[in-house]
Nanobody
Framework: QVQLEESGGGVVQAGSSLRLSCVASGRTFSGRAMGWFRQAPGKDREYVAAISWNGDSTDYADSVKDRFKISRDNGKNRLSLRIDSLKPEDTAVYYC???????????????????WGQGTQVTVSS
C-alpha cells in the first residue's frame, strides 16, 4: 500500500510560480512511475505529467509542457511539480498518483494509477 499526501497549493496571482509536493509513505514508491492529474471545477479529471520510477523519463500533457516540470527524489519519497507562469485556467485540484508500474503508456491514464492522494487546491486569480 502507498499513501500519498499533497501540499503546496494555494491562491496565487496569474504569472506567478508554484511548487506542489507529494510525499509518499508505505511500500514501493521508488519502483513506481508517479504522476500528477488535475480536476478543474465542473470538468473531468485530466492528466498533467508523469515521471518514470528512476526519474529518467518524463511526459507532459500538451497543454502544460512548456510551463510545468515534474521531478522526484526517491531518497525522500517525494514527488514535485513546478508550475511557472500560472494562468487562471490552471485553477484546479491537483492530485498525486502512484502508477501501477515503473513506466509505460498507462501513466497518462487514470486507470494506470493504483493510488491517489486527496489533492491540493490551486486557485489562480487574474
Amino acid at each position: 500500500q502507498v499513501q500519498l499526501e499533497e501540499s503546496g497549493g494555494g491562491v496565487v496571482q496569474a504569472g506567478s510560480s508554484l511548487r506542489l509536493s507529494c510525499v509518499a509513505s508505505g511500500r514501493t514508491f521508488s519502483g513506481r512511475a508517479m504522476g500528477w492529474f488535475r480536476q478543474a471545477p465542473g470538468k473531468d479529471r485530466e492528466y498533467v505529467a508523469a515521471i518514470s520510477w528512476n526519474g529518467d523519463s518524463t511526459d507532459y500533457a500538451d497543454s502544460v509542457k512548456d510551463r510545468f516540470k515534474i521531478s522526484r527524489d526517491n531518497g525522500k519519497n517525494r514527488l514535485s511539480l513546478r508550475i511557472d507562469s500560472l494562468k487562471p485556467e490552471d485553477t484546479a485540484v491537483y492530485y498525486c498518483a502512484a502508477c501501477r508500474g515503473p513506466w509505460g503508456p498507462y501513466v497518462a491514464r487514470e486507470s494506470g494509477s493504483a493510488h491517489w492522494g486527496q489533492g491540493t487546491q490551486v486557485t489562480v486569480s487574474s
